[in-house]
């Protein structure tokens, strides 16, 4: 499965640490910035692939989980550091499941909105990556 997970800097001090996203620390400029809140304990998220999209999720607030799936192989990622990136490749089914209450996802994408790059069914998801092999 081909994520990573990135240690972004950690400026510890007891008055409360930084963590900051800066130079080429992304493997892609950013072209949009969002995030996820008032999130309830039973949603679902995610439910979809990208054609071309890469993002990077964070945890800024508490925890949750993200099940990534790239057409042969399953696997869940926890996260819960607000100093931790998942960078999610194009061409990878993902879910955003099991947030703690308060948690905030965090994410940092290489292209702006656009629908047409989303695959939403996982059949014709399951299509795609065949095509491809
Ligand atoms: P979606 O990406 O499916 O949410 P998630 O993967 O986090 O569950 O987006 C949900 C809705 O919000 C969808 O109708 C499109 C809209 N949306 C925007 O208009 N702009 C955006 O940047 C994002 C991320 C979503």
New binding site residues.
């Given amino acids: 499965m081909n994520y990573e997970i990135l240690q972004l800097p950690k400026i510890e001090d007891v008055r409360g640490n930084i963590s900051v996203i800066e130079k080429d620390i992304l493997p892609y400029p950013i072209k949009?910035v969002?995030y996820?809140y008032d999130i309830p304990s039973n949603a679902h998220?995610?439910?979809?692939a990208h054609i071309e999209l890469q993002q990077c999720l964070i945890a800024l607030s508490g925890s949750f989980d993200v099940v990534l799936d790239n057409g042969n192989e399953r696997k869940s990622v926890h996260l819960n550091k607000p100093d931790k990136g998942l960078i999610i490749p194009s061409g990878v089914w993902r879910e955003l499941e099991n947030f703690s209450s308060g948690a905030v996802c965090l994410v940092i994408a290489s292209k702006e909105?656009d629908e047409s790059d989303y695959i939403r069914d996982f059949d014709a998801f399951l299509k795609y990556t065949n095509q491809r092999e």
């Fill in positions: 949009r969002y996820l998220r995610g439910g979809h909105y």
